[in-house]
């Protein structure tokens, strides 16, 4: 079975800290996804990585940056976290190429920022 | 752009009636589709995808979705609801011409099963 683990099932941070969201996966998978869950919004894509070292961004990545040095282990990182960060934060991965393409995500972070 | 709606905030099902939570897409080409399910307090999981091929897929659970392309729609069912059923639905799409391989999200919908 995939298994997609997340550093933390809830978190609570203060405005203006600095956060750090991990997320492990244990099947070599190459691509890597960080979403953003809010209610009535579904899911929001904030940054992934094809691989190693590299890294795109999604739908809204202002605020968040993304670090990706071991193939296992994707980081989302809130430079300075704010009240509207206040979220549901999913992590994802995928098999590469084209022939299984649905994702597996991890149980989730609930962030919390006051 | 791609975009994926589900109409629906919530439905409601008697258990033992059959159920249905609708989606619709637009996207550019044949599109992959996805319907996950998400329990309270955890992750999605992934309940069943079309590709190609038979119209009528089948998942985890019970869960069917069939694929109407004339009218870009998605729709989840199952015959026979159980009140372990009720959860958060999302369907998603992805371009399969999309090299990110990123899913687009409905807002999904709540299913709540009556007992």
């Known amino acids: 079975d995939v298994k997609v683990t997340q550093s933390s099932r809830y978190l609570v941070k203060r405005t203006g800290e600095k956060v750090f969201l991990e997320c492990v996966q244990d099947m070599d998978h190459e691509n890597m996804f960080w979403y953003r869950q809010d209610p009535g919004l579904g899911l929001r894509l904030i940054y992934f990585?094809?691989?190693?070292?590299?890294?795109e961004k999604g739908d809204i990545p202002e605020g968040y940056s993304v670090s990706r040095e071991k193939k296992e282990r994707f980081s989302l990182i809130l430079e300075s976290a704010s009240t509207n960060q206040t979220s549901m934060y999913l992590c994802?991965?995928?098999?590469?190429?084209?022939?299984?393409?649905?994702?597996?995500f991890g149980p989730g972070t609930r962030l919390t920022v006051t | 752009a791609q975009s994926v709606a589900q109409p629906e905030d919530q439905v409601n099902v008697a258990e033992g009636n059959p159920l249905t939570v609708k989606c619709t897409y637009s996207?550019?080409?044949?599109?992959?589709l996805f319907w996950y399910v998400q329990y309270p307090n955890r992750g999605l999981q992934f309940l069943l995808k079309y590709i190609t091929g038979d119209n009528l897929v089948k998942g985890s659970y019970g869960f069917e979705a069939e694929f109407n392309k004339s009218q870009t729609s998605f729709h989840l069912k199952k015959p026979s609801a159980l009140v372990s059923d009720s959860a958060l639905y999302f369907c998603?799409?992805?371009?399969?011409?999309?090299?990110?391989?990123?899913?687009?999200f409905g807002s999904g919908t709540r299913l709540l099963v009556r007992p």
């Open positions: 990585s094809y691989d190693v070292k590299m890294k």
């Open positions: 998603a799409v992805r371009d399969p011409m999309d090299s990110s391989y990123k899913l687009i």
């Open positions: 994802a991965s995928r098999y590469p190429g084209q022939g299984l393409p649905e994702q597996y």
């Open positions: 996207v550019s080409g044949n599109p992959y």
